[in-house]
Antibody, heavy 118, light 112 residues
Framework: QVQLVQSGAEVKKPGSSVKVSCKAS????????ISWVRQAPGQGLEWMGR????????NYAQKFQGRVTITADKSTSTAYMELSSLRSEDTAVYYC???????????WGQGTLVTVSS | NFMLTQPHSVSESPGKTVTISCTGS????????VQWYQQRPGSAPTTVIY?????PSGVPDRFSGSIDSSSNSASLTISGLKTEDEADYYC???????????FGGGTQLTVL
């Protein structure tokens, strides 16, 4: 069974950066696209970007271009999402999700709460 | 940029049928598959419909999806509503120009 396990909650100061990890098990990590989706408190889902680990190619939503970096380490089956220049509006739960063969997000991490506060 | 628009909330009684719409902003919604996710409070979303109208194993056949090209919209229909269906529902598809994923704003379903 595929599992995506994310790193723990973070509290950050405005202007700093955060890096969230997503470790995959039970599947072929490199073959599937991993996306990052965030959800601000009481708000909807927002796609941030994705990476294809086998190619090492990442794409980002225009809104986050220049502030987000998504990487993957095939040797540890772990994907990372780093968001810089944090502001209070970045307070959210950040999810990693696998894109399955039917192009849906078929497996999700448990979510990582990132709180940005001075 | 391609956007998907959903009603903010819907409500219906147990045993009834409810339909949630998801309207594409431009182009043809039929150009890319639409997925639907259910999200309960404090949990990650789970797929209830993929590829417009396919149900993952374990999802009851009370859930169905469809596409209406004339209105450029997708719909999620839940029949025989149960209180356990109360959740937020999100449609999702892809922007044809760059293949970036797009989510609708979500619909809160209340079963009362």
């Amino acid at each position: 069974q595929v599992q995506l396990v994310q790193s723990g909650a973070e509290v950050k100061k405005p202007g700093s950066s955060v890096k969230v990890s997503c470790k995959a098990s039970g599947g072929t990590f490199s073959s599937y696209t991993i996306s990052w989706v965030r959800q601000a408190p009481g708000q909807g889902l927002e796609w941030m970007g994705r990476i294809i680990p086998i190619l090492g190619i990442a794409n980002y939503a225009q809104k986050f271009q220049g502030r987000v970096t998504i990487t993957a380490d095939k040797s540890t089956s772990t994907a990372y999402m780093e968001l810089s220049s944090l502001r209070s509006e970045d307070t959210a739960v950040y999810y990693c999700a696998r894109v399955g063969e039917h192009l849906d997000f078929d497996y999700w991490g448990q979510g990582t709460l990132v709180t940005v506060s001075s | 940029n391609f956007m998907l628009t959903q009603p903010h909330s819907v409500s219906e009684s147990p045993g009834k049928t409810v339909t949630i719409s998801c309207t594409g902003s431009s182009g043809s919604i039929a150009s890319n598959y639409v997925q639907w996710y259910q999200q309960r409070p404090g949990s990650a979303p789970t797929t209830v419909i993929y590829e417009d109208n396919q149900r993952p194993s374990g999802v009851p056949d009370r859930f169905s999806g469809s596409i209406d090209s004339s209105s450029n919209s997708a719909s999620l229909t839940i029949s025989g509503l149960k209180t356990e269906d109360e959740a937020d529902y999100y449609c999702q598809s892809y922007d044809s120009s760059n293949r970036h994923a797009v989510f609708g704003g979500g619909t809160q379903l209340t079963v009362l």
